[in-house]
């Protein structure tokens, strides 16, 4: 449409591919090539084993993936509830009064994670709430990093949302209770997936706050690949990223397909 | 934690009966908005007041303004966030270009890969660069074969180039997303009208596309200033003890030298700094409408 000529065309593609290939499409690629060897000292990965999949999936690399899987799924389920809560209540209130609930829960967003970790290490290695050394102050800090995520998407939906149904539902006598759950809810239901998908991923590769708060029991893959690529075990880190990767996408995945199945509705 | 699950459990069973007209006549509608602000204020609020409290022990900010790695950190981190955003906006918008207005078969994965791509950590790419351009890498590996010199030439991961090419190839796709965004909303016409009257491709970027891609393009840069000055996991991974941003020192401070009051001063700064252009983020979305 911009270019009409053959060679422009072209010239435009090959561009794209030339920028495109390197920089997105080889990192992947070459993180999923790594994972299969073990040596890299030419132009190309040689010794290919599987060997590193066959430890990535016992002991310590097995622990560490449930270990991520557990504080996503519990970060997530938190922080949706928290967030949709928050997105419900500020959409009844009035202009001033959503703006300042909005920003509140955007805040951890612009905070660096690697803060929102520091703080909340300060906070719970201190009387009344001692947290340190636990689980579950790894899971708290990531449920304050994914509830404002949960927010932005859930209030996003709830603008877009039309006021028809439940003025119509209301005027049919349904109590708000009833509003709420057959008529807001369900309508809300994809963006709920989809919110849930986005911190599911989120706190998954979360890595900056978990390295300040980690207690030595609870280690979360990001951790375990920080560690043995620091090491020097490239190849290990490779494989661990890749499973990485695939628990990610296929949480992604099947989310999607709740939700079309939801849509139908 | 337990606190919280605590306070969240109920946020279950007691949301039924949620904000309507009806019951904001008996209980005004800021009621409901208190159990979630509560549990922002216990797990993130009152911790981030803490910090600042810490950060005021005495002598604390003059420690670590005279300090050198301070300033340095400071410097690196706000030349790597402008250079990277300004990378990421001409990069996202060439890449964009090409897939709204010279569509070519496949165009569709390639904006739906980049959506996948937005959902991996950051430190993978780092981990991704070091088989690419790490001293044993794929580029070096190449060359060493062809020329039969015994090192390669590139030898840049470990500096801040290094994390510029990560922090570029990362954050790249955020500014993509809403540009993609935009260009669909353009009238496909005022490109043929202007290319009927006879003007060139590159005039029509500039005289017709730019200027609809303004406010996108100032959303997703600013989106992207404020996560390269956030950016921890890709520094963190190159490795690199020549490269210190703020983040990194901030985890430094506290896990390894244990100095908590100059962690929070570093963090305060940090975090004035972010939350200072998230609100002109804020500001310039609201207004382009993302």
Known sequence: ?265 | MASAVRLAAPAATDQEPGPSPRTSRSIPAWVWALPPVAVLALVFLYPLALVVQESLAPGAYADVFASASFRDALVTTVWLAVASTAGCLVLGFALALVIAFVPFPGGKAVAKFIDVFLSFPSFLITLALLFLYGTVGMANGVWTDVTGDATGPFQFLTTPWGVLLAEITYFTPFVMRPLLAAFSQLETAQLEVASSLGARPLRIIRQVILPEALPALAAGGSLVLVMCLNEFGIVLFTGAKGVTTLPMLVYSKAILESDYAAACVVAVVNVALSVGLYVLYRGVSRRAGA
């Not at chain 1, 090539?33 to 000292?41: D, G, K, P, Q």
């Not at chain 1, 928290?82 to 209130?93: D, F, K, P, Q, R």
């Not at chain 1, 290990?236 to 199945?261: E, F, K, N, P, Y």
């Open chain 1, 1 to 265: 449409m911009l270019v009409h000529s053959r060679t422009g065309k072209w010239t435009a593609w090959a561009l794209f591919a030339l920028l495109f290939v390197p920089l997105f499409a080889l990192p992947l690629l070459v993180i999923v090539a790594a994972s299969f060897s073990t040596h890299w000292s030419g132009a190309f990965p040689s010794g290919p084993t599987t060997a590193h999949y066959t430890a990535a999936v016992r002991g310590e690399s097995l622990q560490a993936l449930t270990t991520s899987l557990v504080t996503a799924v519990t970060a997530s389920l938190v922080a949706l509830t928290i967030g949709t809560w928050a997105a419900l209540a500020s959409a009844a209130m009035g202009k001033r009064g959503r703006r300042i609930l909005d920003a509140l829960f955007m805040l951890p967003v612009a905070v660096p994670s690697v803060v929102v970790g520091l703080a909340v290490l300060v906070a719970f290695s201190q009387p009344p709430l001692l947290l340190n050394g636990t689980r579950w102050i790894v899971i708290l800090a990531h449920t304050v990093l994914v509830t404002a995520f949960a927010h932005q998407s859930v209030s996003a939906a709830i603008r877009r949302l039309d006021p028809m149904y439940e003025q119509a539902a209301a005027s049919l006598g349904a109590r708000p209770s009833y509003v709420l759950l057959r008529v807001k809810l369900p309508l809300l239901l994809p963006s709920l997936n989809a919110a849930a998908g986005l911190c599911f991923a989120l706190s998954m590769g979360e890595l900056s706050a978990t390295m300040m708060l980690y207690p030595p029991d609870w280690l979360p893959l990001p951790v375990l690949i920080f560690t043995s690529t620091d090491r020097g075990s490239l190849f290990t880190g490779s494989a661990l990223a890749v499973v990485l990767m695939t628990a990610t996408l296929l949480a992604l995945l099947a989310v999607s397909r709740i939700r079309t199945r939801a849509s139908f509705r």
